[in-house]
């Protein structure tokens, strides 16, 4: 088993592209699934593999919440398609078991004005303030995930064309349009912040840390979790909030689905359906405020 998850990673890696995240994540599931199996002391007992595979999935509902366990129901379908490519079995269990279906969670977002008070609290006296106020801006001008923003090099910026080229999931590369203000903060950033942070250090990324080196996703989501307490702002706020408000206030504004699909970077359109049920609530709440009898 450790061989076959070993060669399948390695498989997910140089012939599928996925990402080392979810490669990571892929390699976890496996593993639990195999510690299962090793310390089961009935498997004997079940009649097919199918039955085996229902009996730990089973063992995994009453532990994990749906989204992890549709994770892990991931991993193992593409586990076991491997593993009969290269005929290490002769059928497919997986083909006969369901995903569960996920809770439809609607993404926190932040007001205008949230916003706005967002984008004035660092002190911009400060090189590390003016530099998250250069993130701020640019993660909800663009709607990049927090993890395109730690890993955006320096030659990826076209601040002059108002452009940014950015490596997403699968390592897949895009162009998003960036606000002449968000790029101007940018820009601000590496003037007058960059440079003094960056004097013993060499970095290839645009956004470092106090000692030059390149900033964390852990470091952002720290920084931004303090400005929204300190705020007091009662919602639960993450990096992310930041790319749902850009969705939803795009939409909002009347934006086409398929035009925010391409600026997130989702490889399906019903990824991004969920930000319609967003703007629905707006609707709503528009209609009740001007409708006569609403």
Known sequence: ??????????????????????????????????????????????????????????????????????????AMRRFYRYLLKEAVVAADPMVLIDSPKPAQHLPATLSNTEIDRLMAAPDLSKPLGLRDRAIF???YATGLRVSEVVNLRLDQLHLSM???????????????????????????????ARPSLTVKTRPATVFVNFHGRPLTRQGIWKNLKAYIAALGI?????????????????????????????LLGHSDISTTQIYTHLSNHKIVAVYHETHPRG
């Open 1 to 74: 088993m450790d061989e076959l998850i070993a060669d399948f990673i390695h498989y997910l890696d140089v012939e599928r592209g996925l990402a080392k995240t979810t490669q990571v994540s892929y390699r976890q599931d496996l593993r639990e699934f195999q510690a299962w199996l090793e310390q089961s002391a009935q498997l004997d007992a079940f009649p097919s593999e199918l039955t085996v595979i229902q009996a730990f999935l089973g063992d995994q509902n009453a532990q994990k919440a749906p989204s992890s366990l549709s994770r892990m129901i991931s």
């Open 137 to 139: 801006e640019l993660m």
């Open 162 to 192: 108002n452009l940014i080229q950015v490596t997403g999931k699968g390592d897949k590369e895009r162009i998003v349009p960036i606000s002449s203000q968000a790029a101007g903060w940018v820009q601000r950033y590496l003037q007058d």
């Open 234 to 262: 009662k919602k639960n706020v993450t990096p992310h909030t930041l790319r749902h408000s850009f969705a939803t206030h795009l939409l909002e504004n009347g934006a086409d689905l398929r035009v925010v699909q391409e």
